[in-house]
């Protein structure tokens, strides 16, 4: 067969047409494929809503666009934007799709109209130029703006106790007689309502307890305090009642739980509104951010309540204190309440709870009540346990007074502060906390934290943390030490019988380790210096007045605390360590003072027969940080001392070098920077342990994992 010649101009045209058509082609293609989606955008565009980015749900949406709105249109027209939505639904009980499409639509009202100039109650803040202050307005201006207000306030509430309406009967709808049978797999409305209903809670008490400057400074407040006209539902303390007028008189009663705690602080204050200066919900931004938060997921918004004349440590509150301050006035409870708050409206029916306009708030213990019994079943009940604990380190200067004590001569801030974080509760043992060096109880803060953490331990043991100035004399320490925890027991439980004086734990690091094995032997150091051939000072004690030898045996004289049963230390520098002598550590030595008057009354003692170089005299009159060293008076008198035969003991060691092994082989290596296993090294120790990492052994991981097995054996014993 013949091949006849392409010519040259048509080969250039099919190369011209070739590209389009294959373009055509991949075009047509693409018409039909659709684009593909990424697992993650396709579950954010079903699961977003309001809550998320600020637009409703595409549930809620294709309701809004079948009604003939959009959700700008539906809030600027909200009312006849809810008439027409009803509307579509053909039905006379609501269902649970048009409950939960009402519960979002009236928080995303809510939000649109706190937004509003209208319901801002007064500027954030002032002008930063007095020149720029706003002219008085007029009387009639002002009385326009107080209306608008008010009526904006009200809308405001309203939605809030609506949206609390309809999510609480969509999530309780079957023990409100709806019809239908319950899913067994949750949907995506359930987590969406319920976070609606919580987000509704929180911002109703959130603005409740901000009063004059929140949506209720114009509601009606009534204390009912009634310790013996308890609500029958939780059997709880009702402390009042808070009525306003939106669209309609909405009243809602507040009741508490814990009765015992909150009663005895409610008896300091005249009007029950003035028992919390603030209500600080869980999800408020000034929370500490925490490495490990210790939460239960569960039924009800948690809140910390802040007690209104709750201690707060600062330098300048410190400076106000008098040296002779009582034991009393150094034992600090608890001043932020764990709390867990749900509100119920009245009705046992559907259309019941959509027509009430009476609410009940209920605030629980978290820790006394797991669960939560509405209708006929049980819901486990939220807890955040990490949320007052973060408000109390967030709001106490504690680490900026653990560098004031180094430096500062004053007597008052030498003296030790005890810390409750919980309510002192008499059926659960106590652990007790100390500090090392220049540090804080802040320093226990990720240690403390992730013990919450665990539901077992949590319920069983309440946290005891002791501050105290690090440059007294470690003796010294001790007696002040032993004092006020000795003290607290006393006072908590007088005759001894609670559970939380007994077994307790003491846990210490670095010197707060020291100290604690000197909280927990029976010696008599002073015939210990008859041992170590200073019997001229031992034969002096004799010569001193009563007095004189009652307070050196105070300091010399070692008792255990009876309450204490177990005791773990932490990169503890038993027998001293060479670290403290080194010309860096000399030279910050010299600028740590020693207090006045509390070095004062012992300095009387020695007089020119005993000096302050002498080995009495530095046991004395030397700094705690100079006392760690390992050619100290105070480590030569200490560091053979027996622990109490009551006590079981533990220690954990820090290791930083190469070496990874236990035993006297490798003892002299192993040292974690600062404090060599030889020192803190105890036989006899019901554990040893030692973990990889730097003298900071509170905070490593595998610390924690060795504190929660021993604690757990301890409430096993």
Known sequence: MQTLPIKPSKLRLGKLLLPASLMMILSACHTLIPPKQTPAKLLEKTRSSIITNGRVSAATQSILVSSGYTQESCMADFEACVDDVRSIFFIEMPNRLQLSVFSELYYTYAENLIAQEACRIELARAPIDPYYTNAPISKDIAENQ?????????????????????????????????????????????????????????????????????????????????????????N?????????????????????GDRDFLTSQLKQHEHSSELFSEMISAYDSRLLDLDVNARRSGLGVSFVGAINDRHTTSIDNLKKLALNKALDDRIHHVGHIQLTAIIKPTGNTIDEVLSSHEFYAYFFNPSNNTHVKIGDTSYPLTANFSAGYALWLAENQLRQVSLMNMISRSDAIALPELFMLKPYNPDQKVIIMLHGLASSPATWVNLTNTLLTDSKLNENYQVWQVAYATNLPILENRYQIHELIRHT??????????????????????????????????TNLTQKLHTLGHKEQYKLISHLSADQRQTLSNRLVLSSLPQVNEAIFLSAPHRGTDYADRWFTRAARRIIKLPIELTRSLGTIFTNDV??????????LQNGASQLSDHSSFMALTKDIQISPSVRYHSIIGNHTNTNQQGDAVGK?????????????????ASEIIVEGKHNTHENPKTIVQLRKILHEHLDQ
Do not use: W
């Open 146 to 234: 107080q209306k608008a207000r008010t009526e904006c306030h009200a809308k405001y509430r309203d939605a809030l106790y609506q949206t609390v309406k309809y999510s609480y009967a969509y999530l309780f709808y079957y023990s409100l007689g709806g019809h239908g049978t319950p899913s067994s797999l949750p949907q995506e409305s359930d987590v969406r309502t319920l976070d609606l209903y919580h987000l509704a809670i929180n911002d109703l008490i959130t603005q409740i307890y901000r009063k004059d400057h929140g949506a209720f400074y114009n509601a009606k407040f009534q204390d009912v305090v009634s310790s013996e006209q308890l609500e029958p539902i939780y």
């Open 611 to 620: 000096q302050s170089q002498s080995f009495l005299g530095t046991l004395y």
């Open 236 to 256: 709880q303390l009702r402390i009042g009642r808070i009525l306003s007028n939106d669209h309609g008189q909405n009243t809602l009663h507040i009741s508490v």
């Open 669 to 685: 290596v192993i040292s974690d920077g600062i404090v060599p296993y030889t020192s803190s090294h105890l036989e006899g120790a």
């Open 489 to 522: 027991f006393a006072k908590l439980d007088p005759n001894g019988q609670d559970k939380a004086s007994h077994n307790a734990v003491l846990i210490g690091h670095s010197m707060g380790g020291v100290i604690s094995r000197l909280l927990v032997s029976d």
